[in-house]
């Protein structure tokens, strides 16, 4: 059972924006670029879930425009990038080194920006990877560079990053993919 873990194309924002929860659409072009190329590497028929993200929505949206054998993508909070509360839309280099610091100090509860912990984070993305799991079935997930490295850490059997150093994986450029 494999599971490709789609990252949405680049965005239309300017590059350091924190951003997870914030609706950004992507790119055009590399949004059709990443869908051609996914395309190619895809079984028939194979189901898609995806983050109710705008830029995810997208590449789902044109994946299926070029694979027309290809479901209805089933939307998935779970599959959304965690939310950076307050600091949604500010550059990281405006946040501050102390704000980062509080978040690093206590990684895996400090709810960095006041509204979304990575334990809690990981709590929906580690509930979603158990349901593929017993659905024992093929899947593309299309979703964000944070899901993806909890993904990774789930599929290697560490269920959570209590420090900062231990929240390692792929980097997964936009409009590429991991598989699992």
Not at 72 to 88: C, N, P
């Amino acid at each position: 059972m494999t599971l490709w873990l789609a990252r949405h194309a680049k965005v239309m924002a300017e590059p350091g924006l924190c951003y997870g929860a914030l609706e950004l659409g992507s790119e055009p072009a590399a949004t059709q670029v990443a869908a051609s190329a996914l395309a190619q590497e895809l079984p028939l028929g194979i189901p898609l879930r995806c983050s109710p993200r705008v830029r995810c929505r997208e590449l789902a949206a044109a994946l299926r425009s070029v694979r027309a054998d290809l479901p209805e993508a089933v939307i998935d909070a779970r599959l959304a990038e965690m939310d950076f509360g307050h600091w949604e839309g500010k550059r990281w280099s405006d946040i501050g080194k102390d704000a980062v610091d509080a978040w690093t100090a206590d990684f895996w509860a400090h709810r960095f920006g006041g509204k979304q912990s990575l334990a809690e984070f990981m709590a929906g993305v580690s509930e979603a990877w158990k349901e593929h799991l017993q659905r024992q079935q093929d899947e593309v997930w299309i979703t964000h560079a944070g899901v993806i490295r909890g993904c990774d850490l789930l599929h290697r059997g560490f269920w959570g990053p209590v420090q900062s150093h231990e929240w390692v994986g792929p980097e997964v450029p936009t409009g590429a993919w991991l598989r699992l």
